[in-house]
T-cell receptor
Framework: TQLLEQSPQFLSIQEGENLTVYCNSSSVFSSLQWYRQEPGEGPVLLVTVVTGGEVKKLKRLTFQFGDARKDSSLHITAAQTGDTGLYLCAGARNGGYNKLIFGAGTRLAVHP | SAVISQKPSRDICQRGTSLTIQCQVDSQVTMMFWYRQQPGQSLTLIATANQGSEATYESGFVIDKFPISRPNLTFSTLTVSNMSPEDSSIYLC???????????FGPGTRLLVL
């Protein structure tokens, strides 16, 4: 059972376009993390959100945690070719054990 | 954050053999995790390794197939035993640092089983 539904699975856009990736669940998470993974490398942490309704910005990336802590979104403004990669959301449940549940991932390709 | 290294970075193995993957962290950590990432897929947790106790395995993963050692607070190994082509994957270790359930990942070990 996939507890975290991530969409879209694939996204191919032109440089300069905006995009949003969604991560949804029927379960409540104590925190949610977004990672980016490039070919041949391990996932790199982008952000951790812990408070319902929280919004965090990282340059052109905006992350939002839903009020009920069941969903999250990642919005990229004016995408660049360097944003290409696999974006993964991961939720932590029942803080203390620290086990993460990963979404299926969104493979983003930004073309010049 | 944490600096994590894995050895080997990649390997090609024959079916029926075993491979041990090492994970080294630059500082002491309580929890280390081992994941599998099959081609084109997301990450699946294999087990959690705590120092001084046996690893805790997720559903679908067993100790006989994926024995894990955790001899100290900076090091862990994962062995993929009696390999078959279905074990071809990227194997990643991660550590829990900085609270808030944040995990940091190593670069991964790319395994191809022929």
């Amino acid at each position: 059972t996939q507890l975290l539904e991530q969409s879209p699975q694939f996204l191919s856009i032109q440089e300069g376009e905006n995009l949003t990736v969604y991560c949804n669940s029927s379960s409540v998470f104590s925190s949610l993390q977004w990672y980016r993974q490039e070919p041949g490398e391990g996932p790199v942490l982008l952000v951790t959100v812990v408070t319902g309704g929280e919004v965090k910005k990282l340059k052109r990336l905006t992350f939002q945690f839903g009020d009920a802590r069941k969903d999250s979104s990642l919005h990229i403004t004016a995408a660049q070719t360097g944003d290409t990669g696999l974006y993964l959301c991961a939720g932590a449940r029942n803080g203390g054990y620290n086990k993460l549940i990963f979404g299926a991932g969104t493979r983003l390709a930004v073309h010049p | 954050s944490a600096v994590i290294s894995q050895k080997p970075s990649r390997d090609i193995c024959q079916r029926g053999t075993s491979l041990t993957i090492q994970c080294q962290v630059d500082s002491q950590v309580t929890m280390m995790f081992w994941y599998r990432q099959q081609p084109g897929q997301s990450l699946t947790l294999i087990a959690t390794a705590n120092q001084g106790s046996e690893a805790t395995y997720e559903s679908g993963f067993v100790i006989d197939k994926f024995p894990i050692s955790r001899p100290n607070l900076t090091f862990s190994t994962l062995t993929v035993s009696n390999m078959s082509p279905e074990d071809s994957s990227i194997y990643l270790c991660s550590v829990d640092r900085g609270g808030r359930e944040t995990q940091y990942f190593g670069p991964g070990t790319r395994l191809l089983v022929l």
